[in-house]
């Protein structure tokens, strides 16, 4: 079983950074693929970015392209998500997700392991 404990989120003023972590406590981490997901009040879940098992392959939703990075430290079971240039609209719980076909895809079905959530705000 993986565990998935998200951290790094909180308010922030439009144009701010905020870097988000996700631990995991699983022992082949490096066998996953990673990715973000975020969900604003009303709304659904959306996919935001992920990186692949290896890490040589990222992907990313239109929205936040130039803005945010995605990595991953394996020797550290750590996914990374930076957000630059952040804007009001990018307020959201972001979850974090591991999948163990380890391709970074867009699909949230293709993940199989969940993280609680971190509450990012960014007010204009």
């Known amino acids: 079983q993986v565990q998935l404990v998200e951290s790094g989120g909180g308010l922030v003023q439009a144009g701010g950074s905020l870097r988000l972590s996700c631990v995991s406590s699983?022992?082949?981490?490096?066998?996953?693929?990673m990715s973000w997901f975020r969900q604003a009040p009303g709304k659904e879940r959306e996919f935001v970015a992920a990186?692949?098992?290896?890490?040589?392959?990222?992907s990313y939703v239109d929205s936040v392209k130039g803005r945010f990075t995605i990595s991953r430290d394996n020797a550290k079971n750590t996914v990374y998500l930076q957000m630059n240039s952040l804007k009001p609209e990018d307020t959201a719980v972001y979850f974090c997700?591991?999948?163990?076909?380890?391709?970074?895809?867009?699909?949230?079905?293709?993940?199989?392991?969940w993280g609680q959530g971190t509450q990012v705000t960014v007010s204009s």
């Open positions: 990186i692949s098992r290896i890490g040589g392959r990222t």
């Open positions: 997700a591991a999948g163990r076909r380890g391709e970074a895809t867009m699909i949230s079905s293709e993940y199989d392991y």
């Open positions: 699983g022992r082949i981490f490096s066998s996953y693929a």
